[in-house]
């Protein structure tokens, strides 16, 4: 029965996560005035990468992606089973940290500085991920996913400061704009391709792929705040996420990339004041 | 199913064009003619690419950086030579600096030939190249 569970988990997400980045390039073609892909686009790019030749740089540089999903997948199997939330977010950080690794490996200028900037990013929005952790923890006593979304009452009640710190770090997590500075999927071309400019084939697909569970991770975050005992609110949990990602699309197409400083400042002012007042109200009572 | 149909991707390179041609290639991605609808994308990157669309002619300053953008491009790729400056040389033929079409350096697939090319003609040159993209990729597949 576990096992099941666990091979439809790793088989349906990225089904999930594909479809939605096939909405969200519709979506965003449709904000541009133009038609737009196929939904299926994301797929048809995926397989056509496996169709084509990886080029080899270094050993390494391969290496690294292939690990990153390793944990990126174990960051799903966690967070979806109703398992502890601050262990998934330290694999999905260390899943983070091996793209930043492989980044570097392959000596490219350009992708040296989008792993440079792709540690910028991680240091943005990892305090609010964390302090999203604690925060729930305050709230629903538990840090296990399964206990958070069978409490009597939403999180989302408690931690409405925390939550709208979450969205604005999940712009990052999602690779959009303003805060896409390591990649973005859009034609922004002034590093080349950033992180994955030395990737190509089977490698850029594992990228792409990677990206789609991670699209699930950050939404799933999102849905905790609002799932209950209830089965109701699994419903609403699921409309909210729907609304979060909207949202960001809108955001994407609507503004312009900033400079890392700015990035990183007004994550940590959002963290700071956001967070950390939500945090400490909460803990008055 | 053919995936490399359904999701080429593009690098642009301007050799010796008077820009007429490349404003065209970017036409092709404005809201009018959409190329994004066939999966059409436009990347700043040889190794994510797999159509070589390319604008002008070649001169004596651009035939090594052609070759390395066309060597670093994975397999299987396609050439496509934009505009009749690309294709022979055009009005610049004469030119002491200009070598001539694309295909004195490297092998090119499809001709689109006007000056400068129509976003049609364009987005018809590159779907024919998608042709041969899918011939290419079984030849890959033989080699091995
Ligand atoms: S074909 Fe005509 S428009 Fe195109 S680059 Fe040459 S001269 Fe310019």
């Given at each position: 029965m576990?096992?099941i569970?666990i091979?439809?988990?790793?088989i349906?997400t990225?089904?999930v996560?594909?479809?939605?980045t096939?909405f969200d390039?519709?979506?965003?073609?449709?904000l541009?005035?133009?038609q737009g892909p196929?939904l299926?686009q994301?797929?048809?790019?995926?397989l056509k990468l496996?169709?084509?030749?990886?080029?080899?740089?270094?050993?390494?540089?391969?290496?690294f992606?292939y690990?990153s999903?390793?944990?990126?997948?174990f960051?799903?199997?966690?967070?979806l089973s109703?398992?502890?939330?601050?262990?998934?977010?330290?694999a999905?950080?260390?899943?983070?940290?091996f793209?930043v690794?492989?980044?570097?490996a392959?000596n490219?200028?350009y992708n040296?500085?989008?792993?440079e900037?792709e540690?910028?990013?991680?240091?943005s929005?990892?305090?609010?991920?964390?302090?999203?952790?604690?925060g729930?923890y305050?709230?629903?006593?538990?840090?296990?996913?399964?206990?958070i979304i069978s409490?009597?009452k939403?999180?989302i009640?408690y931690l409405?400061?925390v939550?709208?710190?979450l969205?604005?770090?999940?712009?990052f997590k999602?690779?959009?704009?303003?805060?896409?500075?390591?990649m973005s999927h859009h034609?922004h071309?002034e590093?080349v391709?950033g992180i994955t400019?030395e990737y190509?084939g089977k490698?850029?697909?594992?990228?792409e792929?990677?990206?789609?569970?991670?699209v699930?991770?950050?939404?799933?975050?999102?849905y905790?705040?609002?799932?209950?005992v209830?089965p109701?609110?699994?419903?609403?949990?699921?409309?909210?996420?729907?609304?979060?990602y909207l949202?960001?699309i809108?955001i994407?197409?609507s503004?312009a990339r900033v400079?890392w400083?700015h990035a990183l400042?007004?994550?940590?002012?959002?963290?700071?004041v956001?967070g950390t007042?939500?945090?400490l109200?909460l803990s008055?009572f | 199913?053919?995936g490399i149909k359904?999701s080429p991707w593009?690098l642009?390179?301007?050799?010796?064009?008077?820009n007429g041609?490349d404003?065209?290639?970017?036409?092709c991605l404005?809201?009018?003619?959409?190329v994004?609808?066939f999966?059409?994308?436009?990347?700043g990157?040889p190794?994510?690419?797999d159509?070589?669309?390319?604008?002008?002619?070649?001169n004596?300053q651009?035939?090594?950086?052609v070759?390395?953008l066309?060597?670093?491009m994975?397999?299987?790729?396609?050439?496509?030579?934009?505009?009749?400056?690309?294709t022979?040389?055009g009005?610049?033929?004469e030119c002491y600096?200009v070598?001539?079409?694309v295909?004195?350096?490297?092998?090119?697939?499809?001709?689109v030939?006007?000056c400068?090319a129509?976003p049609e003609?364009i987005?018809?040159?590159?779907?024919?190249?998608?042709e041969?993209?899918?011939e290419k990729k079984?030849n890959?597949?033989k080699?091995?």
């Amino acid at each position: 029965m576990n096992l099941i569970k666990i091979i439809a988990i790793i088989i349906l997400t990225p089904l999930v996560g594909g479809l939605l980045t096939g909405f969200d390039r519709i979506i965003s073609a449709r904000l541009q005035g133009r038609q737009g892909p196929p939904l299926l686009q994301p797929f048809y790019d995926v397989l056509k990468l496996t169709e084509k030749e990886s080029i080899e740089v270094n050993s390494m540089h391969r290496f690294f992606v292939y690990v990153s999903l390793v944990f990126v997948v174990f960051t799903t199997l966690i967070m979806l089973s109703g398992g502890d939330i601050l262990l998934a977010i330290f694999a999905l950080t260390l899943g983070s940290v091996f793209f930043v690794l492989g980044g570097y490996a392959s000596n490219s200028p350009y992708n040296t500085i989008g792993s440079e900037r792709e540690l910028l990013q991680i240091m943005s929005y990892e305090p609010m991920v964390l302090l999203t952790c604690i925060g729930l923890y305050y709230a629903q006593k538990s840090f296990f996913i399964k206990d958070i979304i069978s409490a009597t009452k939403p999180s989302i009640i408690y931690l409405p400061g925390v939550f709208l710190g979450l969205v604005f770090v999940l712009t990052f997590k999602l690779r959009k704009s303003p805060f896409d500075l390591s990649m973005s999927h859009h034609g922004h071309q002034e590093i080349v391709k950033g992180i994955t400019t030395e990737y190509s084939g089977k490698d850029l697909a594992v990228i792409e792929v990677t990206h789609w569970y991670e699209v699930i991770i950050s939404l799933t975050l999102v849905y905790v705040f609002f799932a209950t005992v209830s089965p109701i609110s699994h419903v609403f949990a699921v409309i909210a996420c729907l609304l979060v990602y909207l949202f960001e699309i809108i955001i994407d197409n609507s503004s312009a990339r900033v400079k890392w400083q700015h990035a990183l400042r007004s994550a940590w002012v959002v963290t700071g004041v956001m967070g950390t007042v939500n945090l400490l109200i909460l803990s008055f009572f | 199913m053919d995936g490399i149909k359904k999701s080429p991707w593009i690098l642009h390179y301007d050799g010796t064009s008077c820009n007429g041609c490349d404003i065209e290639v970017l036409a092709c991605l404005t809201p009018l003619y959409d190329v994004e609808r066939f999966g059409i994308i436009n990347t700043g990157n040889p190794k994510h690419a797999d159509v070589f669309l390319i604008t002008g002619s070649v001169n004596e300053q651009n035939i090594p950086v052609v070759k390395q953008l066309y060597e670093q491009m994975p397999e299987p790729k396609v050439v496509v030579a934009v505009g009749i400056c690309a294709t022979s040389g055009g009005i610049f033929a004469e030119c002491y600096n200009v070598a001539g079409g694309v295909d004195k350096v490297i092998p090119v697939d499809v001709y689109v030939p006007g000056c400068a090319a129509r976003p049609e003609a364009i987005i018809d040159g590159v779907v024919k190249g998608l042709e041969i993209l899918g011939e290419k990729k079984k030849n890959v597949g033989k080699r091995k």
